[in-house]
């Protein structure tokens, strides 16, 4: 924790992400308090919604189809999700047990999912439903007392003034009408809409800079003045940029794009896992934008026990719902969200505010911790007895269920836990107090 309060230990990494960092950047003191309040929170709901729900293929539909961005603009004309409804959304995700909501504000595909005058190509003036849904969101988050996280691409597959990188090429753009100054002004334009009509926003992630590499002479992601802007206007806004690189000055959370901190299964997360806040997201289904083919959704047990791995990490974990293009979310989603809500109702505690413990992450599974209490998550069968690594004087093991005493005995490199068992939950929780 106390490394968080300090604003060396950000790590300046400017050389591999072609961006000027600003090496002067000190965190403000707002900034440090939401860090703070943004690590102990551990799950978020991510939601990913656009007019690409309409396709049914998920979000990356345009790029992937090769869809001219002046037919794919025609399904903002029939854009009505009638069941949309902000209060019914946050009740729903609070019911899990997350403390906050990432929600796409605009993706890839350019179409703005809130009210700007930026452009024109947005849900109040592009759509017939005409609503900010953004609004009533930020309205329902306030009210009901969760905070609100916006998603923002740095690229966009629709617009001629941003300088094509390496994805949208067939999405009918014309060459050579690039004009990042132009674009920077957009974007600062909207980053400022977002963070003066919708109240206090707990942090914009962005996601994107990958479409430009950095040795690619003459381009520069504005990075600086964005990061700039979003401290100024909204100081304990945090900042989080997905480009799967290391951090650098001006960010507030290192992003591990479905991967739990340190591992790099599927390809994206290579870089080192540093000292600022860290979040995964993941999926719930295998989409991200609602995709009426993906039914493959993970289990519950599947989620509570990705939750403990990436808590044992010390990191949150941003889990993906894609709302339907009708506004409701998916049954499925609802029924992991109210599944999760009775786990965490019940082993919370054992998640919220814990950092990384002293034991990490075992065969048997991951380790949290607060404090002098140490909770072993025991996702796999065991047979009878569990050794733990521990450099600490142990006070008292037991089950977290019930309370019930556990004999163990020291060994040379802790202690071996007897009379475990395995249950048929998702996860067994052993607390170990330390003296
Ligand atoms: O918003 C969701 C996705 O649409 C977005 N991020 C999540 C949160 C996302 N975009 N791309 N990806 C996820 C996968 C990234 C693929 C990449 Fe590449 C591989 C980026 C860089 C290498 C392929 C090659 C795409 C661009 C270049």
Redesign the pocket.
């Known amino acids: 924790m106390s490394l968080l309060m300090q604003g060396k230990a950000i790590n300046a990494n400017a050389t591999t992400t072609g961006v000027s960092a600003d090496t002067t950047f000190v965190p403000s003191q707002a900034e440090l308090q939401a860090r703070q309040r943004f690590n102990s929170e551990r799950l978020g709901i991510f939601i990913?919604w656009g007019i690409y729900s309409l396709f049914g293929q998920g979000?990356?539909f345009m790029n992937d189809k090769n869809v001219n961005y002046k037919e794919y603009a025609k399904a903002a004309e029939a854009f009505y999700p009638h069941n949309f409804n902000a209060e019914d959304w946050v009740k729903a995700i609070k019911g899990s047990g997350a403390k906050y909501i990432c929600i796409t504000t605009r993706?890839?595909d350019g179409f703005s999912m809130f009210g700007t005058k930026a452009s024109p190509y947005n849900i109040v003036d592009a759509t017939p439903f005409k609503r900010d849904i953004i609004k009533e969101l930020s309205d329902a988050c306030h009210s009901q007392g969760i905070n609100l996280h916006f998603y923002y691409s740095l690229l966009d597959w629709a617009r001629q003034d941003y300088p094509v990188g390496?994805?949208g090429h067939g999405t009918g753009r014309i060459a050579g009408l690039s004009d990042m100054g132009k674009y920077t002004e957009f974007m600062k334009q909207q980053l400022t809409e977002l963070l003066s009509n919708y109240g206090s926003i707990g942090a914009i992630w962005f996601?994107g800079q990958?479409?430009h590499k950095a040795d690619e002479k003459g381009f520069h992601w504005p990075l600086n003045e964005l990061y700039s802007l979003i401290h100024r206007l909204q100081p304990s806004c945090l900042v989080a940029n997905?480009h799967h690189l290391s951090p650098i000055r001006g960010e507030d959370i290192q992003n591990f794009?479905r991967d739990v901190p340190g591992e790099n299964k599927a390809g994206?997360s290579g870089q080192a896992v540093g000292k600022l806040p860290l979040e995964t997201?993941e999926t719930m289904n295998g989409s991200?934008g609602y995709n009426c083919t993906d039914l493959k959704y993970k289990s519950t047990t599947e989620i509570v026990r990705l939750l403990a791995r990436t808590a044992g990490k010390g990191a949150n974990l941003l889990l993906n719902i894609g709302p339907q293009p009708d506004g409701s979310l998916p049954e499925e989603a609802l029924k992991r969200l109210r599944e999760l809500g009775v786990w965490m109702k019940q082993y919370g505690e054992t998640i919220y505010d814990t950092e990384a413990s002293e034991i990490g992450e075992q065969s048997w599974g991951p380790t949290t911790q607060r404090g002098k209490t140490i909770y072993l998550h025991i996702l796999k069968e065991t047979n009878g007895s569990i050794d733990v690594p521990l450099k600490s004087k142990v006070k008292k093991v037991y089950t977290f269920d019930g309370k019930v005493p556990l004999k163990y005995t020291r060994t040379k490199t802790g202690i071996t836990i007897n009379s475990i068992v395995t249950p048929g939950t998702s996860d067994a929780i052993v607390v170990v107090e330390l003296k």
């Open positions: 990913h979000e990356w993706h890839h390496n994805t996601d990958w479409d997905n794009e994206l997201c991200w």
